[in-house]
């Protein structure tokens, strides 16, 4: 699932609670929950391709997607009162573990696999393939959801 849906679950749990640990440990909680729901993104960059192509190509969405989480951030900041550490934290919490993923799939550090194994794990786990087209309207709809529960 994109970071940007991700963040965007870490920032309407920041608005509703009042709790930095709560809202750290319930974002990371959401990243799991949200990408254990078939999403349509997986094949987002083709597996086939050389590896040092793939990581750019996953380097340069994710510098997009870093980019809209911001400007999304800041246009939180500026309609709800939230307090903005505590919602950088959630975004932040939300993240994490594609992040940890990330660092994974590059530097293959093995303190990280059991962690890759469990976001495997929990990824899309009943394997319900949906296309790509479907998946990003789908999280096209549920990021305007989410953006009205906070608004
Ligand atoms: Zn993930």
Avoid: C
């Amino acid at each position: 699932m994109f970071l940007t849906v991700h963040s965007a679950v870490g920032m309407a749990i920041a608005s509703r609670i009042d709790d930095p640990v709560a809202v750290f440990v319930l974002a990371v909680a959401s990243h799991y929950i949200l990408d254990s729901i078939p999403h349509g993104d997986d094949n987002l960059v083709d597996k086939s391709l050389p590896e040092l192509i793939r990581r750019r190509k996953l380097t340069r969405i994710f510098m997009v997607e870093v980019v809209l989480v911001l400007v999304l951030g800041f246009f939180i900041l500026t309609k709800v009162p939230i307090n903005p550490v505590y919602m950088w934290l959630a975004v932040l919490g939300a993240m994490l573990p594609d992040i940890l993923w990330g660092v994974h799939s590059v530097v293959k550090w093995r303190w990280l696999e059991p962690h890759n194994r469990f976001h495997n794990l929990v990824h899309n786990p009943l394997k319900i393939i949906i296309s790509l087209r479907k998946g990003l309207i789908l999280q096209a709809i549920a990021l305007v959801l989410i953006i009205s529960f906070i608004l």
